[in-house]
Structure formats: structure tokens, C-alpha cells
């Protein structure tokens, strides 16, 4: 089945490490996002690659770092210089379609706590 | 500057009772895309509805319906019938641009609790 796998659904990292958060699609989508998500809050972007080798800062990059290698993978590295890590990340692509409606397609998420 | 506004942070609606979310958005572009997301308490966000700043008619997908009023900057979300598996947040979103894709600005939320 086509989707968006993202991996792991939980981690827990201490304090001063870097961790990387998996995203695979093989819906064939140009577009990633990663979105941060706070209790009781809305999505926040970090980053988002509309293609392979290119990828633009979102709201909240500072901290994050991103690689698009290949157009079906979209890892994130949450570095230790992210002040406040522990959050929901999801991932998110689209299809860049004429006259389509483009919405995000989403992973389950990953769940990021720092002990 | 917030672009997507949900003001009602949470509210509790009885089953088979219809629900209105409401949402405004704020871009001086002529061109955008409007969204309404589902996410339940497992965490996967679910698409509902779309509406285009172009479209003449209200988007409609089965119990949901969008109510765009572009001049108010608009796009209020109606669930008809409201069934306990309604219970969930709910997020409008907007797309900006003449691009059938980019970024995306999410609201904040509206969690709606459905009771029997």
C-alpha cells in the first residue's frame, strides 16, 4: 500500500545527543514537509524540500537539520542545540498536480521525548 | 502574524447533532487553498476537505461541508450527524500561492468531544 512510514513511532534520547527521525513515502510525491506538534497545539513547520538535493527552512528550523538525497526519504536530525525537543514530528508529502488539490499526505508521526 | 485562526478551543456536541467549526484565514494572495484535518487521539492527521479560493461552490465530501464566505475570510467546517467517532482535534489549514503545492499554515485546533 502507498504511504508515508515514519520511524521510530517512539524515542527517547538525554540530553545533548542528536537523534534522526525517519520519513519513507512511495506515494511518487516531489514535496516533503516535517511539521512539530505541541500539546495542545497546532503543526509548526521545520523544514520542507519541494525537490531531491534542495530543501528551505521552515518557521522553527533552528535546532533541525534536514538531507534529501533521494525523492522518497526525508530524514530529520533533531540536534542537541534544539532547546525544547520533546514534541510530536510529523511528516507530510504532496504531489505537485495542475489544478489539483495538493493536500498533505501524513505518516502516523513520531513521538520525541527527552529524559 | 497568525495566519489561520480557530477560536473555539474545544467544544462538546451530542451525536446526530450538527457541529460548525469555525476558522479565518488572513493572506493577501489571490490564489489559496483552504484544508480541514482530522486528527484523532492516535496522532495521524486525516484529510477531510479542500476548498480553492476560486471555487464558486461550498465544498462538500459526504457529512462535511466547507462554508467559504471569501469576503469575511471564512471557511467554517459543518459535520452533520455527529457520530462518537467525530471526537477528535480538528485543524483548518491554508495553502498560499498559485502552486498546487507549498507550504502549508495550520490553525491551532479545534477539539470537539461527541456524547452519546
Known amino acids: 500500500d502507498g504511504g508515508i512510514t515514519q520511524s521510530p513511532k517512539y524515542l527517547f534520547r538525554k540530553e545533548g545527543q542528536n537523534v534522526t527521525l525517519s520519513c519513507e513515502q512511495n506515494?511518487?510525491?516531489?514535496?516533503m514537509y516535517w511539521y512539530r506538534q505541541d500539546p495542545g497545539q497546532g503543526l509548526r513547520l521545520i523544514y520542507y524540500?519541494?525537490?531531491?538535493?534542495?530543501?528551505q527552512k521552515g518557521d522553527i528550523a533552528e535546532g533541525y537539520s534536514v538531507s534529501r538525497e533521494k525523492k522518497e526519504s526525508f530524514p530529520l536530525t533533531v540536534t542537541s542545540a534544539q532547546k525544547n525537543p520533546t514534541a510530536f514530528y510529523l511528516c507530510?508529502?504532496?504531489?505537485?498536480?495542475?489544478?489539483?488539490?495538493?493536500?498533505?499526505?501524513f505518516g502516523e508521526g513520531s513521538r520525541l521525548t527527552v529524559l | 502574524a497568525q495566519k489561520i485562526t480557530q477560536t473555539q478551543p474545544g467544544m462538546f456536541v451530542q451525536e446526530k447533532e450538527a457541529v460548525t467549526l469555525d476558522c479565518t484565514y488572513d493572506?493577501?494572495?489571490?490564489?489559496?487553498?483552504l484544508f480541514w484535518y482530522k486528527q484523532p487521539s492516535s496522532g495521524e492527521m486525516i484529510f477531510l476537505i479542500y476548498?480553492?479560493?476560486?471555487?464558486?461552490q461550498n465544498a462538500t465530501e459526504g457529512r462535511y461541508s466547507l462554508n467559504f464566505q471569501k469576503a469575511r475570510k471564512s471557511a467554517n467546517l459543518v459535520i452533520s450527524a455527529s457520530q462518537l467517532g467525530d471526537s477528535a482535534m480538528y485543524f483548518c489549514?491554508?495553502?498560499?500561492?498559485?502552486?498546487?503545492?507549498?507550504?502549508?499554515?495550520f490553525g491551532a485546533g479545534t477539539q470537539v468531544v461527541v456524547t452519546p
Open positions: 507530510a508529502s504532496s504531489p505537485r498536480l495542475a489544478g489539483g488539490t495538493g493536500e498533505l499526505f
Open positions: 506515494l511518487n510525491h516531489d514535496a
Open positions: 524540500s519541494q525537490i531531491v538535493n534542495d530543501f
Open positions: 493572506t493577501s494572495d489571490q490564489s489559496y487553498g
Open positions: 476548498q480553492g479560493s476560486y471555487d464558486e
Open positions: 489549514a491554508m495553502r498560499e500561492g498559485t502552486d498546487s503545492w507549498g507550504k502549508f499554515q
